[in-house]
């Protein structure tokens, strides 16, 4: 039986990989399996093949591959790239609706291919107490409009319900230019230039009083500037309390005291430690002159466990555990191999024949022999290897739903079994909001007259899945909790490092690593719509900066699917999520090779 499935699986696989050729008109597409990270853009997956809704989906995945490959240009795409984050990503859904537009226009049976995917889709959608409109993400009835609009797709009730909280903020910049889309669908500058326009000047993620306040504002910048700042004086004569939430520093919003069950806590320090504390926590402040914060009551730092009952718990485990089933034969290779060089990093190395020490046994036979010759004796070698904490700080945002978490939290299981048969500890943090929109702190923003530039306006959530000092083993569950359905919101980048970095400064380990896992810029629609464009940016920046040049730890990042490198000097690209597991061993591969190492 399954031979059977396995030649019907590779008859589909050519099968698709000559449909992709005769589409794309590139004959170098290939479904090999076992081929270089380079040709990875060639490779079409089916390891999923269990039913009929694997097989449509696989068929649309192919179709628009190829469809890319013959209309989409790469030069093109990125001159159009607007800024912004949330730009960038509505903007590559239009392209995604322009190539395959051009493909269901040139064969019938693409078409059919393609509006089959998206009705499953749109039809195996759950809702999830869908009340308002921060309950559905931008990006997500986006997509779902364009498909309505372009692909002229019917959507079901939830759906239709999803789209009607955003439908009108579309129609107001977009729907007198459907017709001039559609006539330039083959003229990819025009239209990827004209959509670009139309999203930066797209203001989506505020309400319409505040466009107006927006306007008002620009037409008497001066005025604004002074009345802002008696507004702010009368905020803080009338309530002091919430001019200290304001006010407060980023090292002291997220007291490490309160979680010390999850970290080792140095307890006696020596003059010097308590002056470096000291200068850190006045540069940290020093840090937050420009960075605000409106409240932080509704703020939460959670154990994952805390979450969701044990039950629910037990079955994300076991759906995490059945996507291992693919990746760990990978993952577990290059963890073994990360395994081996740390074991023989902290491999004991002797000096023998000394005058004094341990006393040499190898050589007791030789005096036996020969009572005329003297004792041997042998010292143990100080190692190199330093007692080292891992911390991994993944980025709990919707924008990394499905695939990535999914690695994401594979690969930190398998790290954190790894590292902790070497003796290296491993704190395993995620990062996300409570709320879409801004939730219980953009509500108490309205109730006190929506004070100017009001800074942070969100509800923090940060999340312990594994403390450092806990084994895997009990902490094994918590990890299936990425996967929780509603969980992934917004991401405030910033402020979630610096709590990852109080926790990790604590440790008494000499050596500090915390590796950031995340697709992109900070974006926090209730934040951003009230204060700069670049607000959060700026933040992450400065206090990356602050780590790299006035820490003693070692901060790395990964970026999927986004270049992070402006943010972080130590750096990496992924295009691909199934490269996560590789990359992770291989940068922590290198930060504990000599050679490699940052400080």
Same mark, same amino acid.
């Given at each position: 039986?399954?031979?059977?499935?396995?030649?019907?699986?590779?008859? %589909?696989?050519?099968? %698709?990989?000559?449909?992709?050729?005769?589409?794309?008109?590139?004959?170098?597409?290939?479904?090999?399996?076992?081929? +270089?990270?380079?040709?990875?853009?060639?490779?079409?997956?089916?390891?999923?093949?269990?039913?009929?809704?694997?097989?449509?989906?696989?068929?649309?995945?192919?179709?628009?591959?190829?469809?890319?490959?013959?209309?989409?240009?790469?030069?093109?795409?990125?001159?159009?790239?607007?800024?912004?984050?949330?730009?960038?990503?509505?903007?590559?859904?239009?392209?995604?609706?322009?190539?395959? +537009?051009?493909?269901?226009?040139?064969?019938?049976?693409?078409?059919?291919?393609?509006?089959?995917?998206?009705?499953?889709?749109?039809?195996?959608?759950?809702?999830?107490?869908?009340?308002?409109?921060?309950?559905?993400? *931008?990006?997500?009835?986006?997509?779902?409009?364009?498909?309505?609009?372009?692909?002229?797709?019917?959507?079901?009730?939830?759906?239709?319900?999803?789209?009607?909280?955003?439908?009108?903020?579309?129609?107001?910049?977009?729907?007198?230019?459907?017709?001039?889309?559609?006539?330039?669908?083959?003229?990819?500058?025009?239209?990827?230039?004209?959509?670009?326009?139309?999203?930066?000047?797209?203001?989506?993620?505020?309400?319409?009083?505040?466009?107006?306040?927006?306007?008002?504002?620009?037409? &008497?910048?001066?005025?604004?500037?002074?009345?802002?700042?008696?507004?702010?004086?009368?905020?803080? +004569?009338?309530?002091?309390? $919430?001019?200290?939430?304001?006010?407060?520093? #980023?090292?002291?919003?997220?007291?490490?005291?309160?979680?010390?069950?999850?970290?080792?806590? =140095?307890?006696?320090?020596?003059?010097?430690?308590?002056?470096?504390?000291?200068?850190?926590?006045?540069?940290?402040?020093? #840090?937050?002159?420009?960075?605000?914060?409106?409240?932080?009551?509704?703020?939460?730092?959670?154990?994952?466990?805390?979450?969701?009952?044990?039950?629910?718990?037990?079955?994300?485990?076991?759906?995490?555990?059945?996507?291992?089933?693919?990746?760990?034969?990978?993952?577990?290779?290059?963890?073994? $191999?990360?395994?081996?060089?740390?074991?023989?990093?902290?491999?004991?190395?002797?000096?023998?024949?000394?005058?004094?020490?341990?006393? &040499?046994?190898?050589?007791?036979?030789?005096?036996?022999?020969?009572?005329?010759?003297?004792?041997?004796?042998?010292?143990?070698?100080? #190692?190199?290897?330093?007692?080292?904490?891992?911390?991994?700080?993944?980025?709990?945002?919707?924008?990394?739903?499905?695939?990535?978490?999914?690695?994401?939290?594979?690969?930190?299981?398998?790290?954190?079994?790894?590292?902790?048969?070497?003796?290296?500890?491993?704190?395993?943090?995620?990062?996300?909001?409570?709320?879409?929109?801004?939730?219980?702190?953009?509500?108490?923003?309205?109730?006190?007259?929506?004070?100017?530039?009001?800074?942070?306006?969100?509800?923090?959530?940060?999340?312990?899945?594994?403390?450092?000092?806990?084994?895997?083993?009990?902490?094994?569950?918590?990890?299936?909790?990425?996967?929780?359905?509603?969980?992934? $919101?917004?991401?405030?980048?910033?402020?979630?490092?610096?709590?990852?970095?109080?926790?990790?400064?604590?440790?008494?380990?000499?050596?500090?690593?915390?590796?950031?896992?995340?697709?992109?810029?900070? =974006?926090?629609?209730?934040?951003?719509?009230?204060?700069?464009?670049?607000?959060?940016?700026?933040? #992450?920046?400065?206090?990356?900066?602050?780590?790299?040049?006035?820490?003693?730890?070692?901060?790395?990042?990964?970026?999927?699917?986004?270049?992070?490198?402006?943010?972080?000097?130590?750096?990496?690209?992924?295009?691909?999520?199934?490269?996560?597991?590789? *990359?992770?061993?291989?940068?922590?591969?290198?930060?504990?090779?000599? +050679?490699?190492? %940052?400080?």
């Amino acid at each position: 039986m399954n031979n059977k499935t396995e030649s019907l699986k590779e008859k %589909l696989r050519q099968a %698709l990989s000559s449909t992709a050729r005769v589409i794309s008109d590139d004959l170098g597409i290939n479904t090999k399996k076992n081929i +270089k990270n380079s040709e990875k853009q060639d490779l079409i997956e089916l390891e999923n093949l269990n039913s009929k809704n694997d097989f449509i989906k696989a068929r649309a995945e192919t179709d628009s591959k190829a469809l890319k490959r013959k209309f989409s240009s790469e030069s093109i795409f990125k001159k159009n790239l607007p800024t912004g984050s949330s730009c960038k990503s509505l903007y590559t859904i239009t392209e995604k609706i322009r190539y395959e +537009k051009l493909g269901s226009k040139m064969l019938k049976g693409i078409d059919k291919n393609l509006r089959d995917n998206y009705i499953q889709m749109i039809n195996h959608k759950r809702e999830n107490q869908i009340k308002s409109k921060d309950d559905v993400s *931008v990006i997500e009835a986006f997509e779902l409009y364009m498909l309505k609009n372009f692909h002229k797709i019917k959507l079901s009730p939830l759906t239709s319900k999803m789209l009607d909280f955003w439908e009108k903020d579309f129609d107001k910049s977009i729907f007198e230019h459907i017709e001039f889309f559609e006539k330039n669908l083959e003229n990819q500058n025009i239209y990827s230039s004209k959509f670009s326009q139309i999203l930066q000047k797209m203001d989506i993620f505020q309400s319409e009083e505040n466009e107006k306040k927006k306007d008002e504002n620009q037409e &008497d910048n001066q005025d604004n500037r002074s009345s802002d700042n008696d507004e702010r004086e009368d905020e803080d +004569k009338k309530d002091p309390e $919430k001019q200290d939430e304001t006010d407060t520093s #980023l090292d002291s919003d997220y007291n490490i005291d309160e979680y010390k069950l999850d970290e080792q806590i =140095v307890d006696t320090e020596s003059d010097e430690q308590n002056s470096e504390h000291l200068i850190q926590k006045k540069n940290l402040k020093n #840090l937050n002159v420009d960075y605000k914060i409106f409240t932080t009551q509704f703020d939460e730092i959670t154990k994952a466990e805390n979450l969701e009952n044990s039950d629910e718990a037990n079955k994300l485990r076991k759906t995490l555990d059945q996507q291992l089933i693919g990746f760990q034969d990978v993952i577990t290779k290059l963890a073994n $191999k990360l395994q081996r060089q740390l074991l023989a990093k902290q491999n004991r190395a002797w000096e023998f024949d000394l005058e004094e020490g341990l006393l &040499d046994s190898s050589k007791l036979p030789r005096i036996i022999m020969d009572p005329y010759n003297s004792l041997s004796f042998k010292k143990e070698k100080d #190692l190199d290897f330093k007692d080292t904490v891992v911390t991994l700080l993944i980025d709990n945002s919707g924008s990394m739903r499905g695939r990535p978490i999914t690695i994401a939290a594979i690969c930190a299981d398998i790290l954190s079994r790894t590292l902790e048969r070497c003796s290296v500890k491993v704190d395993i943090l995620g990062f996300t909001t409570k709320n879409w929109k801004g939730g219980q702190s953009r509500e108490f923003w309205n109730k006190n007259n929506k004070p100017k530039t009001p800074g942070r306006l969100n509800d923090l959530r940060h999340i312990i899945y594994k403390g450092a000092d806990t084994h895997w083993r009990q902490a094994k569950d918590n990890l299936g909790l990425m996967l929780k359905e509603g969980l992934l $919101k917004e991401n405030i980048d910033g402020e979630a490092i610096t709590w990852a970095f109080n926790r990790i400064k604590k440790r008494k380990e000499e050596r500090k690593i915390l590796m950031v896992i995340s697709d992109g810029a900070p =974006v926090d629609d209730s934040t951003l719509s009230v204060n700069s464009g670049d607000f959060l940016e700026k933040h #992450l920046k400065k206090m990356v900066k602050f780590i790299e040049d006035k820490s003693e730890i070692e901060i790395l990042a990964i970026g999927i699917g986004h270049d992070v490198s402006r943010y972080y000097k130590r750096a990496i690209k992924i295009t691909d999520v199934n490269e996560l597991g590789d *990359v992770m061993i291989s940068q922590l591969s290198s930060l504990f090779d000599k +050679k490699a190492k %940052l400080h």
